[in-house]
């Protein structure tokens, strides 16, 4: 078989369910690539972009998740994410506030701000506007 089922899901919906030839996304260690019959594999993923390369046609999904599990099965691949948002539906503008907000934050930071939240926030952000700017390059 030359292709695989892909599911992108957050909470809130089902962001992408397809058939796909190859799939590549930002996982915990490193840049994952999915071909059809992959090895079996749940890892965590990192904010990025999901690249997923469609069965019936020569062009590419871009889905932005801000996080979350991924499954594969040699069939079915499956990214469970904290949030996602379809490539064409991100906001630069949007991005670049919430990075310019984190940044000043963790740079005035007082002792009752969370560290960690901000730091997780300017990832979230910086990560939105790589995808932002990998998307343009792709059209």
């Known amino acids: 078989m030359t292709t695989m089922h892909v599911d992108v899901v957050s909470a809130e919906e089902s962001i992408f369910s397809g058939e796909a030839t190859f799939v590549a996304l930002p996982g915990e260690t490193g840049e994952l690539g999915i071909y059809p019959r992959h090895t079996p594999l749940i890892t965590r993923v990192k904010p990025g972009a999901v690249r997923i390369k469609l069965a019936d046609s020569n062009e590419e999904e871009f889905v932005f998740v801000a996080g979350g599990i991924l ?14 948002i379809r490539g064409r539906d991100l906001d630069e503008a949007k991005a670049l506030e919430a990075k310019r907000v984190a940044e000043e934050a963790l740079a005035n930071r007082a002792s009752e701000i969370d560290f960690a939240t901000l ?17 343009r390059k792709k059209r």
């Open 119 to 135: 730091s997780a926030e300017l990832a979230i952000a910086a990560a939105q506007l790589a995808a932002i700017q990998m998307l």
């Open 71 to 84: 499954e594969i099965q040699p069939q079915i691949v499956t990214v469970l994410a904290d949030t996602a």
